[in-house]
């Protein structure tokens, strides 16, 4: 059975063998093509994704605008990963006839409003009725000239940057918890970071121009996964900063939940990108990056495989053991109670 797998050796052992020839193969973003000599630009990539339960629909929220908001997300996101500029989306809803036409007008407004936001739009898709509601999406891009991003090509010595805000989507769900307040300004603040994500295609397009990242993902899947698969792909090990800062308001829930920052920022669901860059174009790359009002943290630096997975701090380090949402495995997330999700990420904390 595939759950008897994972998500990990369904891709290497089923997948893998009768597609690795592909460029690209296991990126974010499938190579579509080279355009003609005579058109502008680089590779044409493409992805797509099926939209999950968000976790403010977990939180209470009803609102389907912010799960048309995540569908449209979670594509962009694989996009901003390849250094690609959208150029449009195709979506395909499977809805339940009892949806009324006010909740469709609402999930239409969330991929709208999400769409335009990134600068692209719908351009086409399907529509069809079932039981349940059943969301995806697929968004093309296209790339500089030779500057597609890519998984490989990492080395040690690289040091990781984390671009985007993390910590926001669950710094919300330990305040709709009662684990932590925070003043109603600050509150309004974490809420809206929570429900709109942002796909980072800003940063993944200067990353691109620059020359500079040697590898790149988007963080979909919690930054543990993210980073043990961007290893796994360069044959490397990493040494993480565990005194990572995060956004105030984030930090002050972190502080009174009795949580680690670096316990949230571990987490999935804030969409960031996780870039390898040379240690001597960190500082030029963060400028570039912060000149657009981009958040950038350096979180470690690539080693040797036989050094592993190892988190450093003022107590010393430790071998780093995250909490993957592998899909096919006991990890995969599609929704849940939020005392169980809590309980998880405590897990995930030390």
Not at 173 to 197: C, G, H, I
Not at 240 to 266: N, W
Request: aromatic share 6%.
């Amino acid at each position: 059975m595939l759950s008897e797998l994972g998500e990990r050796r369904i891709l290497t052992q089923l997948l893998k063998p009768r597609y690795a020839d592909i460029v690209g193969f296991g990126d974010d973003s499938a190579v579509l093509g080279v355009p003609l000599p005579d058109r502008a630009g680089g590779d044409l990539v493409a992805t797509t994704d099926s939209c999950p339960t968000p976790l403010v629909t977990v939180l209470g929220e009803t609102d389907l605008f912010y799960t048309g908001w995540l569908l449209v997300t979670v594509n962009l996101s694989d996009l901003a990963a390849a250094g690609a500029s959208p150029l449009g989306l195709v979506v395909n809803y499977t809805l339940p006839g009892k949806m009324t036409v006010d909740e469709f007008e609402r999930l239409l407004d969330g991929v709208n409003a999400c769409a335009g936001q990134h600068g692209t739009r719908v351009v086409g898709g399907d529509l069809r009725d079932g039981d349940k509601m059943q969301l995806s999406a697929t968004a093309v891009g296209q790339c500089l000239r030779d500057r597609r991003l890519s998984r490989v090509g990492a080395k040690a010595g690289d040091r990781l940057l984390l671009i985007g805000q993390a910590g926001f989507l669950w710094a919300w769900a330990l305040l709709v918890a009662e684990k932590a307040t925070l003043p109603a300004a600050a509150r309004q603040y974490v809420r809206d970071r929570a429900f709109r994500p942002v796909a980072e295609l800003t940063a993944g397009r200067l990353l691109a121009e620059s020359g500079a990242a040697r590898a790149a993902m988007d963080v979909s899947d919690g930054l543990y996964a993210t980073v043990r698969t961007l290893c796994e792909a360069n044959d490397l090990g990493v040494r993480m900063d565990g005194e990572i800062q995060l956004d105030p308001a984030v930090e002050s829930v972190c502080e009174q939940s009795g949580i680690r920052p670096f316990d949230l920022a571990q987490t999935w669901g804030d969409w960031n990108l996780v870039t390898a860059v040379p240690a001597s174009q960190v500082a030029a790359v963060s400028a570039a990056l912060s000149a657009e009002g981009i958040a950038v943290r350096e979180i470690g630096v690539l080693v040797a495989p036989e050094e592993g997975y190892v988190v450093t701090g003022s107590g010393g380090e430790q071998p780093w053991h995250g909490v993957a949402q592998e899909r096919f495995s006991s990890n995969s997330w599609h929704g849940g109670e939020l005392d169980r999700l809590l309980s998880e990420l405590n897990r995930t904390a030390g």
